[in-house]
């Protein structure tokens, strides 16, 4: 299958759009930029030399030119919501494929910490969060174009971990270097449902190989509250633990960390399990605690 891979810099989609070579796809990636390009080359990905804003068109050409298209791209929404209307209006009736990426950000909830009993299905639903309209907006454009001749799908994960994550433990470590004790907001209870990095491409590769138009996938493999990570940071570092206020949050990760290190966001992965066969390898997210990557972010001096 050719295969193009939008956001193939990035994290999820870097590492899927390897995977796919590696199973002998053809895949080509979007690259803004000649050194991204080179990059890419080097893992064997065909770059395309474009972007989602002013050589849009070059990046439509090139989804028009494969069989598959997946969108991995963490973009400003205004971008986002102009690129993906143009990918469903161009692939329209052609029968190829396209796989949104979207976040369990969508149904975040500001919790303030605490716990929330809420757990969502892929079609439960749900009070979406203010600042994700737009990207819940850009789901329903995807799924609603699964009805004009395109097998349109999403796959929303949880928090993705894995080599080279930005999530809720590297977050907890520079906790560490900011106050010298591993925080959590509140009582810090708040859970996101969390999932792999291989997981997840897995996840995508069967969507490819075998997801319906109109597919909607979860991906969550375990949960684990904010607390109990800082628990572990703090055993690993010999440190304290530390519960903040959501206003001294802001000073530890800045007013979007703040937002989703006191948020809960659970999921539950049906639809993926029993249309896909989707089943989880990687269950334990504290099984990174100790990463060397990991104790650098705890070094205020670095």
């Not at 971990?161 to 907001?185: E, F, I, L, N, R």
């Not at 049906?270 to 100790?290: F, H, K, N």
């Amino acid at each position: 299958m050719n295969v193009f891979v939008i956001g193939a810099t990035g994290f999820v989609g870097g590492t899927l759009a390897r995977r796919l070579t590696a199973r002998e796809h053809l895949v080509t990636g979007l690259a803004r930029t000649d050194v991204a390009a080179v990059a890419l080359a080097a893992d064997g990905i065909t770059p395309v030399v474009a972007d989602l804003d002013s050589r849009r068109s070059a990046t439509i050409d090139a989804a028009l030119r494969a069989d598959a298209v997946v969108y991995t791209a963490q973009v400003d929404p205004v971008l986002e919501t102009a690129t993906v209307g143009s990918l469903t209006r161009a692939m329209a009736g052609t029968g190829k494929t396209l796989i949104f990426l979207s976040g369990s950000g969508v149904l975040l909830q500001r919790t303030a910490g605490a716990w929330s009993q809420d757990s969502f299905a892929e079609h439960d639903p749900f009070t979406v969060e203010p600042l994700a309209t737009s990207r819940k907006a850009a789901e329903d454009t995807v799924l609603a174009a699964a009805s004009d001749r395109l097998r349109a799908m999403v796959i929303r994960p949880g928090l993705i971990w894995g080599p080279g994550d930005h999530g809720h433990v590297p977050m907890t470590y520079q906790s560490v270097a900011a106050t010298g004790a591993a925080c959590y907001v509140g009582p810090g209870l708040n859970t996101y449902s969390h999932v792999h990095i291989d997981d997840v491409t897995h996840l995508f590769t069967l969507a490819l190989e075998a997801g319906r138009a109109g597919g909607f996938y979860h991906a969550v493999a375990g949960e684990v509250p904010n607390r109990w990570i800082a628990e572990r940071v703090a055993n690993d570092l010999g440190c304290d633990t530390r519960s903040v206020t959501p206003q001294e949050a802001v000073l530890v990760w800045g007013e979007f960390g703040a937002l989703v290190m006191a948020a809960s966001s659970r999921l539950r992965a049906v639809r993926a399990q029993e249309e896909l066969g989707w089943c989880p390898e990687r269950t334990d997210m504290l099984s990174t605690i100790g990463e060397a990557r990991l104790r650098k972010l705890a070094d205020h001096s670095t």
